[in-house]
């Protein structure tokens, strides 16, 4: 494709060359060639005619040209309000919007990215993601999370440092900026604040697992960790106790001082008991004023008696503010001579705590398979 220019001077030259070729022909053969008249109307017309043809060419061109100029900055004005608009949504999103480059440095952020951070709008620019992730490898997860999805993330959780070095959660969605030819440039996305759901997250799975009152595992959790422990000791040809114990005298505090003060014994307790035992055994409350305790490694029916003994001493101690005192009838139950599954196991230490109680509480009674 030809510029206006040299469409312009080939036109004039191929104009020319007719002109000044075929007039001097018709000149010659009329015999009015040396006629100096005759020749100067013929160059004086030539110019004339040339110079329309010159101007009527340069004026569509010029035309065109401001055209395609009014064109562009009509499109330039148009991104420019595109941008301001972009800018503005930006600014007022609740969310975090970010832009980064291929090393991870901030290049666009709203303010909202820069407040959670602790950064001001004149700091953001240029901060590198990666020394606000609080994993090490944070990062990298991310990115690998990124490549996986095909380029995009959506709800991608993580956690992540402020300047003063607090911690926050966030859920991105997020995907890998390319240029025309398709090469990643860097990552956009928007992040949400999301350390209150994370927390309240938390906080459900522990309560999904844990009585909500002690802090001890609950019955659901014990009777999966029991599981795991048969299928383990099976595994490794070992052995563990299960111990049951039910308080004596609570259903006297709880008639006497209400339900409130039960509440602070059985809070009592399961302390007293987690100080009796090893941070690897297990305690739950398994309902009301029953506890139950896992001893797992290998450990002999001697050294579970004196475990147990010494988990009947820490709960028969007084009670604070309490003129009333609760002791523990312990049954229990020993893999594999006992039992191989955990019914078998749970009813043999059950049955064992209640012949404790019938014969004089305060006590340790072993299973009898």
Not at 347 to 353: K, N
Request: hydrophobic fraction near 40%.
């Amino acid at each position: 494709m030809f510029s206006s220019a040299t469409r312009i001077v080939g036109l004039y030259a191929v104009l020319a060359t007719a002109w000044v070729v075929g007039s001097d022909r018709l000149l010659d053969a009329a015999g009015l060639g040396e006629v100096v008249l005759i020749q100067n109307v013929k160059g004086t017309a030539f110019v004339l005619f040339t110079a329309l043809v010159l101007w009527g060419f340069m004026r569509q061109e010029f035309q065109r040209r401001t055209r395609s100029e009014d064109a562009l900055r009509s499109t330039l004005e148009r991104l420019a309000q595109s941008e301001a608009d972009l800018r503005s949504v930006i600014e007022k999103l609740p969310d975090s919007f970010f832009r980064t480059d291929l090393d991870g440095r901030v290049s666009m952020a709203s303010p909202q990215f820069a407040r959670e951070f602790g950064l001001t709008p004149e700091t953001v620019i240029g901060t590198r993601i990666a020394d606000h992730y609080v994993e090490v490898d944070g990062r990298a997860k991310f990115l690998a999370a990124l490549e996986e999805a095909g380029g995009e993330v959506r709800d991608h959780r993580m956690p992540m440092r402020r300047q003063d070095g607090t911690v926050f959660w966030i859920s991105a969605n997020a995907y890998i900026r390319r240029d025309p030819a398709g090469r990643p440039i860097g990552v956009e996305g928007i992040a949400r604040n999301t350390t209150a759901q994370h927390h309240l997250e938390e906080r459900l799975r522990y309560l999904a697992g844990h009585d909500a009152l002690t802090g001890l595992c609950n019955r659901i959790r014990f009777e999966d960790r029991l599981e795991h422990a048969i299928a383990r000791a099976k595994r490794e040809e070992k052995s563990f106790a299960l111990l049951f114990l039910d308080l004596d005298g609570f259903k006297e505090v709880n008639d006497t001082h209400g339900h409130q003060k039960g509440d602070e014994v059985l809070v009592t307790t399961a302390q007293r008991l987690s100080g009796a035992l090893r941070n690897s055994d297990t305690t739950a409350r398994i309902g009301g004023d029953e506890f139950a305790v896992l001893l797992e490694g290998d450990i002999s029916v001697e050294n579970a008696r004196a475990v147990a003994e010494k988990v009947i001493d820490s709960i028969d101690r007084p009670l604070p503010g309490l003129d009333l005192s609760v002791s523990a009838s312990v049954g229990m139950a020993f893999y594999p001579s006992d039992g191989a599954d955990a019914g078998v196991l749970l009813r043999c230490a059950d049955q064992a705590m209640y012949r404790a109680k019938r014969l004089g509480k305060n006590r340790l009674e072993l299973g009898t398979a």
